[in-house]
């Protein structure tokens, strides 16, 4: 299965490890590779892009899995889940498989 991770980018170590976990159980896994905080140096036309390129990744995706440490969501990754909602990706939630992916 290909997986795209969503998440808020403040859990990204965390991602970095789950999907490590998520590619050893046989999955491809996409994950955000760049680090936005408030010291960022991105423009408004930057920012855009890479919202676009992450809604691609979910296109190209069979589900995505949204890293909710805490069964925290911030307003971006709800507009992920109903993105994938509307393109009938599955939606897999961190806190539903940390006992798996503890193993």
Do not use: W
């Amino acid at each position: 299965m290909i997986i795209t991770i969503c998440g808020s980018l403040k859990f990204q170590q965390e991602m970095v490890i789950i999907a490590q976990k998520m590619t050893f159980l046989g999955h491809c896994v996409i994950t955000p590779i760049f680090q936005i905080s408030s010291n960022s140096k991105y423009t408004d036309e930057q920012l855009q892009k890479l919202k676009m390129a992450h809604l691609r990744k979910i296109e190209i995706s069979d589900a995505i899995l949204v890293v909710n440490i805490n069964n925290y969501i911030g307003d971006s990754t709800r507009l992920e889940i109903e993105y994938a909602k509307e393109h009938c990706k599955q939606i897999l939630y961190y806190t539903d498989l940390i006992q798996d992916l503890e193993k």
